[in-house]
């Protein structure tokens, strides 16, 4: 490694460090004062790392504050007995419920993120995707049930350019789609059925932190496994674990800023 290409990372460890000590938030002048790095540096680094999905910054106090989509590649080595190793057992104890791959998700518009993911006990199944990973709110049951927690008016001003752009004509559109959502809020959870892929299904219940639902519990496989007959039992246990992931996330810092939950303040 080159003597530049050292420092560079040096100065990336030093600034996440530095972030990572704020769990509230930290300002650009006081990352770079703690990490002893110029400010014109500091800032082209925290701008790469959060384009990455690794910091966050709120757009309102312009702080800093590490993400999940970090917490998802590394908490499992940082946090084991921490909120992030209590929510992966959640996720352990739904998958081996339903005997569904499990999973947990943040709205990060125009989609979502998902954040962890626990494979499923089933020998067939579907092949597991990377994580962290974004897909489309509309064909999600986490994304239904995330944009089913904001005004529809919102949603139809920060998804109204998506929509146009990616969604299938099947849809019939923004407003038909907001207007399912009813379902979603009645029920508790959403369901998505060929729509991600031919031959997945997956269902979502709202994980609620205080004030607010920034986050989504899901458990998803083969359209042949999870069946229209089978969507009501599995839903039950996924409202469960959303109950105790509410919980759990409820007493802890693990809480992410308006700048990833599309500004809210109530897979």
């Known amino acids: 490694m080159a003597p530049s290409e050292a420092g560079l990372v040096r100065r990336t460890i030093w600034l996440l460090r530095a972030v990572a000590a704020h769990p509230e938030g930290v300002g650009l002048s006081e990352v770079a004062r703690e990490a002893g790095i110029p400010k014109a540096t500091c800032y082209r680094v925290l701008t790469v790392l959060e384009r990455e999905s690794w910091l966050t910054l709120d757009p309102d106090t312009r702080r800093y504050r590490v993400s999940l989509g970090l917490l998802s590649i590394v908490g499992g080595l940082l946090d084991r007995d921490g909120a992030y190793g209590h929510m992966r057992g959640v996720l352990r104890q739904l998958a081996e419920e339903t005997k569904e791959t499990s999973g947990f998700d943040v709205l990060l518009p125009p989609n979502v993120m998902v954040v962890a993911q ?102 998803g496989g083969p359209t042949y496994r999870i069946t229209r007959d089978r969507i009501d039992s599995v839903a039950e246990s996924v409202i469960k674990a959303a109950r105790k992931l509410s919980e759990l996330l409820s007493v802890t810092d693990i809480v992410l800023p308006s700048s990833l939950t599309g500004g809210q303040t109530t897979n």
């Open 118 to 219: 626990v494979a499923g006990p089933s020998l067939i199944g579907q092949t597991l995707k990377p994580v962290p990973r974004t897909q489309p709110v509309w064909a999600t049951s986490t994304g239904k049930v995330l944009l089913a927690a904001l005004d529809p008016e919102a949603v139809r001003t920060d998804f109204a350019a998506e929509f146009s752009e990616k969604a299938p004509e099947e849809l019939g559109g923004l407003d038909a789609f907001i207007e399912s959502l009813d379902s979603v809020r009645r029920n508790g959870f959403a369901l998505a059925y060929d729509e991600l892929e031919v031959g997945a299904a997956s269902v979502a219940a709202p994980v609620r932190v205080r004030d607010s639902t920034p986050y989504a519990v899901w458990i």
